[in-house]
């Protein structure tokens, strides 16, 4: 056969480092100016917007008080400004907020389809708030006949740092304690802390980077675990040492590091800026916004039950092989879920066994074949796969699959591969494919004003 092995020439994208943009959420009490030294050492690699959420910063509460309220008006400042790369990064109350619009981004909610990422701070979770409800009294105390005093405010501030906080940056904080309106304070602790959101907040696949400070209470690594991380499919918690519950006053520098490396890399896979102009355009329906999301996020590891090391080791480097260029760890495993999960296009060789063993037999053939495929050379892999293909490899000993039957397993593979790197929002950009967006009026779908030969509608994407 001189069909080649490969499915298609190296892709030489073009590496798309956008500067992201961080969406910053102030605490209880606090304003955007807690993330000030955040900001500073940041400003280089991301766009900073610190929101002062309403009620605080010298801002009226207005009737933006109950949780929905505050997540629409976060939705807003963020839609009003279109990025396409961003993330939420939600200090304690300002965490449950940043989740709560994170859910609506998984649901396809238009201008939302550029979150790459959710960066809780000692962050309140969908659940109640852990609040010992004397605490909860005495500090609606503060506010029961106007505004609070200035021994209030010092007391609130001291029962949330681990270290007494010093000079200008203890004095802002308590004058932001003094400027905030009751209302605001008050319909936090009275509902918006109580909010029962868990199964609006379920199985979002945004990754989530949670930190908790090593002396807090209530929110400490003990609660965020427990409370904000089972949210998140891909969660990472890390502890910030030396800080209470205002880590971006204790430990800004830490916590802008912290930031940055781990947003930076996920800035880097990003989907590029005019896919998704295309993906929150109005003409996208809601559904298709949002699969097309979920089928970008990163695959669930698989456990060595389901599938082997040494079988996703194979596929990884067939993949390598297979589409040059291409992610070969992600399509390992994306295979890796749809042979644990049964899925197929319908069809397969009659001379063939069940998928699930001519898949097991022909990696473990193919690896026995190699000595270990995955550390040969490219060209000794390429080599080997053009021999099965071509029906002349050297069976290993204890070899299950005869020639005709392993070479019609890699062309299954072919097609495997081939199936899950087209399904790929990535590649869909990359290619310039742009049918997703012809929907989203349901019957009174925009669908396209040309389709003769060679003559695009302004809306689609550059081929």
């Known amino acids: 056969m001189d069909t080649p092995t490969t499915m298609l020439a190296p892709l030489h994208a073009e590496v798309r480092m956008q500067r992201p943009t961080l969406f910053l959420l102030h605490n209880l009490g606090a304003s955007h100016q807690e993330w000030g030294a955040v900001q500073r050492i940041l400003g280089t690699q991301f766009e900073c917007v610190a929101l002062d959420i309403p009620g605080f910063g010298g801002t009226s509460a207005g009737n933006t008080t109950g949780i929905d309220a505050l997540v629409d008006w976060f939705q807003?400042?963020?839609?009003?400004?279109?990025?396409?790369?961003?993330?939420?990064?939600?200090?304690?109350?300002?965490?449950k907020i940043a989740t709560l619009l994170a859910a609506r981004s998984r649901d396809g909610v238009q201008g939302l389809a550029g979150l790459a990422g959710v960066v809780l701070v000692a962050a309140s979770p969908p659940c109640p708030e852990p609040m010992e409800e004397a605490r909860r009294e005495e500090m609606l105390g503060w506010f029961a006949e106007g505004g609070p005093t200035r021994a209030d405010a010092e007391t609130f501030i001291d029962a949330n740092t681990h270290r007494p906080l010093q000079g200008a940056a203890r004095e802002a904080a308590i004058r932001d304690v003094l400027r905030t309106d009751p209302i605001a304070w008050r319909a936090w602790l009275e509902q918006g802390s109580r909010a029962h959101r868990q199964e609006q907040a379920a199985h979002l696949h945004v990754p989530a980077l949670i930190l908790a400070g090593r002396e807090d209470g209530d929110l400490g690594e003990a609660a965020?675990?427990?409370?904000?991380?089972?949210?998140?499919?891909?969660?990472a918690v890390d502890i910030v040492a030396d800080a209470g519950h205002l880590i971006p006053v204790e430990q800004p520098a830490w916590l802008a590091h912290r930031i940055a490396a781990w947003a930076l890399p996920l800035a880097a896979r990003a989907l590029p800026p005019a896919f998704?102009?295309?993906?929150?355009?109005?003409?996208?329906?809601?559904?298709?916004?949002?699969?097309?999301?979920?089928?970008?996020?990163?695959?669930?590891?698989?456990?060595?039950?389901?599938?082997?090391?040494?079988?996703?080791?194979?596929?990884?480097?067939?993949?390598?092989?297979?589409?040059?260029?291409?992610?070969?760890?992600?399509?390992?495993?994306?295979?890796?879920?749809?042979?644990?999960?049964?899925?197929?296009?319908?069809?397969?060789?009659?001379?063939?066994?069940?998928?699930?063993?001519?898949?097991?037999?022909?990696?473990?053939?193919?690896?026995?074949?190699?000595?270990?495929?995955?550390?040969?050379?490219?060209?000794?892999?390429?080599?080997?796969?053009?021999?099965?293909?071509?029906?002349?490899?050297?069976?290993?000993?204890?070899?299950?699959?005869?020639?005709?039957?392993w070479a019609h397993w890699f062309e299954d593979a072919r097609a495997l591969f081939a199936r899950i790197w087209m399904s790929l929002p990535s590649t869909w950009a990359a290619v310039g494919y742009d049918g997703f967006a012809v929907g989203g009026k349901g019957a009174h779908s925009p669908g396209y004003e040309h389709i003769q030969t060679g003559v695009t509608d302004a809306w689609q994407l550059p081929c």
């Open 76 to 95: 807003q400042e963020v839609t009003a400004r279109a990025p396409t790369c961003w993330f939420a990064v939600g200090h304690s109350m300002g965490g």
């Open 276 to 405: 998704i102009q295309l993906l929150d355009a109005e003409r996208v329906a809601p559904r298709m916004r949002a699969r097309l999301l979920a089928r970008h996020a990163t695959p669930l590891p698989l456990s060595e039950s389901a599938l082997p090391a040494r079988h996703l080791a194979v596929l990884s480097a067939l993949a390598a092989c297979l589409l040059p260029g291409a992610d070969a760890d992600d399509l390992a495993v994306r295979a890796g879920h749809a042979l644990v999960n049964h899925e197929s296009d319908g069809w397969r060789f009659a001379d063939l066994p069940t998928d699930a063993d001519a898949w097991s037999q022909a990696l473990d053939q193919l690896d026995a074949a190699a000595n270990g495929f995955s550390t040969l050379a490219p060209t000794e892999q390429q080599a080997l796969l053009k021999k099965v293909q071509q029906q002349s490899a050297a069976a290993p000993p204890g070899a299950v699959l005869n020639p005709a039957q």
């Open 224 to 235: 965020q675990r427990a409370l904000n991380a089972p949210h998140y499919v891909h969660a």
